[in-house]
């Protein structure tokens, strides 16, 4: 699992760094926050620890950043004990609220245990307003859940995957889809055709997929 620590005291940061990756976590830091959005960009981080009292910004103003670039765990870590703090945290989608000092040992156990309900979840999927199962082929949206053919699951899971990249799919790269087996574009229009006929089915309103002319597809998500 890999692990971000954004943390400008850096003896407090290389501390972590060296206790967490004892424990086996692959580890990245940063002591400022353009140096932190420069490092989940490229690193796509699966937990970033957030102070802040960051030199160049307040920590909780980067949340946005990581999640739309990303699908991290957020948790700040903070000496402000504030209530203030912590309701701004958590409106701004951070995901836990650690007040410092904390010890090494809580902070190993809360990661391992994130870590083990991750690999629990490998098969399941959230963006925007909606979930989908690998396993199940279940999409769901709220209340509502629908089940997708095979083929469907598999572009929406590459699609969503160059939504992380931040890219897009190449409709050369749906050939294996559904034995389509060469660029027949009517057969390619068809398949996309029926997964956003799926997700207007299950109620999404945030998950369209644009056709990007010449090149292939791409994933958007509705703020």
Known sequence: MKVLIV??????????KNALEKEGFLLFSALNGKNAKEIAYL???????LDIMLPDTMGYNLIHFFKE???????????????EARRISYEKGADDFLIKPITLFELQYKLKALHRRKKTNSFIFSVGDITFNLETLELTCQNNAIILQHSQIAVLKTLYEKYIEGSILDKNEIVDF???GDSNSYRIHTLIGRLRKSLTEVGSERIIIENIYGKGYELVVIK
């Open 69 to 83: 670039h990303g699908d991290p765990i957020v948790i700040i870590i903070s000496a402000l004990e504030e209530e």
């Open 43 to 49: 690193n796509k981080p699966d937990v970033i620890l």
């Open 178 to 180: 559904d034995g389509i």
């Open 7 to 16: 943390e400008d005291n850096k003896d407090l940061n290389i501390t972590i």
